[in-house]
Structure formats: C-alpha cells, structure tokens
C-alpha cells in the first residue's frame, strides 16, 4: 500500500517504552478515557474562570460533508472514513480535494470575540490521521497532501494572539487510521502485526512536540480516544507537553485518569455539582464535523441555558462548530453563537468567573455564585411573580436584572427569599438576577426540593433522590445516530421493597398535582408492580400502586425509549413538607430505571 512515510521523527521522539496493546470495539468509556479522576490543577485558575470554550473539528471529513464514495453517512462525519470503511491510501487520495480557499482565521476569531468565548480548541489531528498543520513527521498533512498548501494552524494561533483568545489543540493519541501501526484501522491492517510502540515513537509524540514548538503559548492540548494506553504511556504524553510548555493545560482524555482537568463524554452534563476544573462538550448539531444534511442546530436559547446549568454545577461549556469544507462556519451556526454573545454581553457577570451555587436548582431555573453575590438564571417566571429562593442563610442587601439594571423588590423571611418579579422578563431565554448580599451562603445539602403551582411543572431528577438498599443511579449511555451519544442519569437496581427512592419536598401551594414516572424497562422489567408514597409529615401516607409498562432495551448505540406513565393525581390540602418515594411491591427482577418524577398543578 502507497501510504505517505514518515520524515525526521526520530530526533524529536525521545526515549519512549510501550508495550504492545490490543485492538478493542471502541466503547464510549473508552472513548473519552474510563475513569478519568482529572480537574485538580492549581495553574488551571484561567480555565476555571473561562466558562464559554468554541471546539472547531476541521479536517477532510468537512470536504465530504457526510457522503463519500457514493454513500451517505448520517451521525458524526469525522468518524466517515472508519463507518464506510475505506481504505486508507483511498482516503488520502479523497482528501486531496479538500482546498479551503475561503478560510480565513481572523473571521473565526471575530466570530468566537462575538459569542463570548474564552479560548479555541482545534482538532490538529483527527481519527484519520490527517495533521491540519505543516508536519515534517508525516506528509499526509494539509500542506503536503492538499492543493491548499498553507497552515491554517499558523494563522488561527496568530489571530488568536492578537484577539486575547486562549488556543489548544485536539489531537488523537491512539487512534490513527491511516497508519499501520496507528489504532482503530482494523479494515486495512492486521491487528495482530501492529507495532503500537513504533506510531508512538515515530509519529503521535513528534506531532505533539512539532504543535508545541512551532505555535507559540497554547493554553491546552486536548487529547482524546486513549483507547488501552497504559498509565505510563499516558503519563509519557502528558509529560511532553508539560516539559515544552509547562502552564499548558492536558485533558483528561490522555487516559488513566491523568491530566489537568476533566471531560466528561460528549454531550454529558454530570448530574450534580463537581469540584475543581472541568467542561462539558457539546456540538451545536448531531454532528462534530461538518455534515451538509444535518441542519439540527441548538438554538441560542438552549446554548445560554446550557451554559447556565453547566456553570450552575461549577464547570466549563465548550461548544462545537464543524467548519465548512470551503473554511466557513456554517451560516446559522455563526448566527447562534453570535446571539448567544449578545447575551453575554448584557449577563456574562452571571456566568463568567462564576461557580456552582451553594442552593439547588429551583422550578424555575439555576444559580451560580460569586463571594457576596448570587445570581439567579430565571428559566420560567412563577406565574403569580413571587419567586422563592430557599436556603439563603446571608443577608440579602439588594437584588437587580444584569440585562438592563432594574431593581427587583424582595421580602427575606428567615431562609427565605422572596423576589417580586415584572410581569414581563427582559429575557424570557434566561433573565438574571444578581443579589448582592453579607454573611455566608452555606451549602445545602439535604434540602428539601421546591414543588409549586406557579410552574407548569416540576421536576425531580434522578440523582436528587435519598437512596436505601441496593437503590443507585446511573449514567445510562445511549446514541440517535452513530456517534451521536445521549447519557441519562437514572435509578436503577430497585428489586425489592427496601430498595427505595425518596424525595423531601417542600410543596408550596395546595391543590390537585399529576403525578407521573419517566422511566425505560425492558422486557425484565415488563408488568413489575411499584408503590408510589406520598407521606406529609406527621400524617398518614397516601399510597398508588403501578404497573411497569415495557419501553425497550438498552443498547448504548441506539435510541433508549421512556414513558411518562402517570400513575396518580394527589391532593395537597395545604403547604408543607412531604416524602415522597418509590419501591417495588415486591422481591423480584428490576423495577425500572427512573429518570425523574414529574408533578403538574391540575388548574
């Protein structure tokens, strides 16, 4: 096979043992690195404080847009050449024609100057072995393998120097499918005869170590795929990039729970508040690079209430845009991000330099916090404009909308803060509210969950539950379209009647509440009989028997089903605290796997 060799690696490897590794399905854990303990960096204070990052995945899959030999590829199209199988000296002769005359690095940057975003990560080198920038390692590169024959890598750092914007590069470690010795490519070379410790030595280090040199000051090298890499392989990688660039940040992604702050999968928020430094990663439509048929993009307002809610919990948003085969950003692409900039323009003091909230999310929407301020992400206005915030233990001096400044009266009684709302938001996307306050905002951490009439519902997610026996929640991964991954937080291993879900509630307004579980089951699961609760304190419970409706299997790459099966209207004759819970009536297989409970006011 006619495959491109490579050139002068070997004085810039370094002493490297690996030792041979074996070729796996590539599961999602796998993926982005199974149990990655990252986020604990002292020097990752920019980060941190960063928030909004723009990932740019560009490479020859943009030139084929989803469809190459002939074929249409629905999913995420950087992973095209490995879903359709094509050979890899092919390839290279495909991606020939990629030729982004049009791209132009000062327009990406005025672009990501006007979302708001704090830094870039560009993929530098994807699964398919392609180096977007000027290698002397290999010539399968966009200088020596394309018409372009111009770094755009070289440009991008030069505009984003001028622009204040922190850059880093995305580079794929293990997975390389254009080489022999490269991970992934089962199609064309023999797992058996592959020398992993050779594409170490001679092409993925010296690539890393050409990035650090050659680009000026990088704020991160993101690696991603670690696949079986071994603690000491990894540690090799993150030690490069600390050796030439010491205040350069590594993701978790190299693997073995190593790097300076951690990711978590694509397209997952973690399902609570988590400590230290680490971002979210999304992709503005189903797929990462471009794909000219998947027009599904997330509009401004799920962008700021996406960043809202990964701030909430204390992390970054890094939001994807696949570029265009001719160097544009898809148009409603640059439309939305421009938007979500407009935003943050008039309420990024809510968001950047921010942290999670020592109060949980309420019915209508999240909180993040600065020391003596509190900000308020308002998703959906109480219908009567008496917003209550609970567990507020300082002492509120003064309370404003960022977007235009206007005061908002409040009433603080004990805990509680009671906020007089406009009948009409400046934002119905999300309005903040900044209060401003003295003493200390302590942590809640048994606090009772919010449940009002002046919302069209509320819901109480799986991880807030209060677990006994053998009840735990987990992450259930699943995916729409290939690569297209979904993570739901659920309660799973409900088998017997002592292995209960519960949840405190604070029910502020009396009447009528429908009651309903959004849950999968299979056919295990399929005619299981569960006992929902409802028990106001000091008084006597109120119990609904069900009947676990099958939805369907679960496979992590396919679509998981869930019903919202409601199972119960339930009287509240007056505010107060209540329990409620779920259990299985009896010993046998699992219940189900909840995802939330929902309550809606009957009006």
């Known amino acids: 096979m ?24 590539q599961q999602p854990d796998q993926l982005w690195g199974k149990n990655a303990e990252a986020g604990k960096s002292e020097k990752a204070k920019w980060f941190t404080e960063a928030k909004f990052g723009l990932f740019l995945h560009w490479g ?16 995420i199209t950087e992973w095209i050449m490995q879903r359709d199988k094509t050979p890899a000296a ?35 080198k994807h699964h398919d072995g392609f180096a977007m920038f000027d290698s002397k390692v290999s010539d399968f590169d966009i200088v020596d393998a394309t018409p372009y024959k111009k770094d755009p890598i070289k440009a991008l750092a030069a505009a984003c120097k001028k622009a204040g914007i922190k850059l880093g590069f995305y580079y794929s470690q293990y997975q390389d499918w254009h080489e022999p010795n490269g991970g992934g490519n089962t199609w064309d070379f023999d797992p058996k005869t592959k020398d992993y410790s050779s594409y170490y030595k001679n092409k993925s280090l010296p690539q890393i170590t050409e990035l650090l040199s050659n680009y000026g000051e990088l704020g991160i090298i993101w690696f991603d795929t670690p696949g079986n890499m071994s603690k000491e392989e990894s540690a090799a990688f993150l030690e490069k990039v600390h050796q030439l660039q010491p205040n350069c940040l590594v993701s978790s992604r190299v693997g073995n729970g ?32 471009y794909s000219a ?3 599904n993009f997330k509009t401004p307002k799920e962008m700021i209430r996406l960043l809202a809610e990964v701030a909430s919990k204390g992390g970054n948003l890094m939001m994807n845009v696949g570029p265009m085969g001719n160097g544009k950003f898809p148009a409603m692409s640059e439309q939305y991000f421009r938007a979500t900039g407009a935003w943050l323009k008039r309420n990024g003091e809510g968001i ?63 805990k509680d803060i009671w906020l007089n709302l406009p009948t009409t938001l400046p934002d119905e996307r999300n309005t903040v509210i900044a209060i401003e306050y003295t003493g200390e905002l302590k942590e809640q951490t048994a606090a009772p969950l919010t449940v009002s009439a002046q919302f069209e519902r509320t819901e109480l997610l799986a991880q807030a539950a209060i677990l006994k026996g053998n009840a735990q929640t987990k992450s ?22 002592a292995d209960v879900a519960s949840y405190q509630l604070r029910i502020t307004d009396p009447g009528d509440y429908k ?89």
């Open 515 to 603: 009651v309903m579980l959004q849950y999968a089951a299979d056919t295990a699961s399929e005619g299981r009989e569960g006992l929902l609760e409802l028990t106001p304190v000091g008084k006597a419970k109120q119990t609904y028997p069900f009947q676990v409706l099958l939805t369907g299997k679960h496979d992590t790459h396919k679509p998981l089903l869930f019903i919202d099966q409601a199972v119960a209207v339930v009287h509240v004759p007056e505010p107060g605290e209540w329990t409620l819970q779920v259990q299985p009536v009896k010993a046998g297989n699992e219940l189900f796997r909840l995802q939330k409970i929902i309550l809606e006011p009957v009006n």
């Open 90 to 124: 092919e390839y290279a002769k495909l991606a020939s024609g990629f030729n982004p005359t049009q791209f132009n690095a000062e327009e990406w940057v005025d672009i990501a100057k006007a979302a708001g975003v704090k830094y870039i990560v560009l993929t530098s």
């Open 60 to 75: 020859p899959y943009a030139h084929f847009a989803g469809d190459i030999r002939g074929k249409r590829y629905y999913g």
């Open 293 to 295: 048929f998947d027009q």
């Open 476 to 497: 259930l991964t699943h995916s729409y379209y290939f690569g297209d991954w979904k993570h739901a937080n659920c309660i799973v291993n409900q088998k017997d009647p």
């Open 2 to 25: 006619n495959l491109p060799h490579y050139r002068k690696a070997a004085f810039l490897a370094g002493s490297l043992f690996i030792s041979s590794l074996t070729v796996h399905a």
């Open 352 to 414: 950047y330099q921010t942290t999670y909230a020592p109060i949980p999310a309420q019915p209508w929407g999240v909180m993040t916090h600065k020391p003596g301020k509190l900000y308020l992400h308002v998703f959906a206005r109480p219908h009567n404009g008496k917003l209550l915030v609970p567990g507020f233990t300082g002492t509120a001096k003064k309370a404003a909308m960022l977007a235009n400044g206007q005061a908002v009266t409040f009433q603080q009684k004990g």
């Open 258 to 289: 190593l790097g300076d702050f951690k990711d978590f999968g694509d397209g997952e928020v973690p399902a609570g508040i988590v400590k230290g430094a680490w971002e979210a990663i999304f992709t503005h439509n189903d797929s990462w690079g």
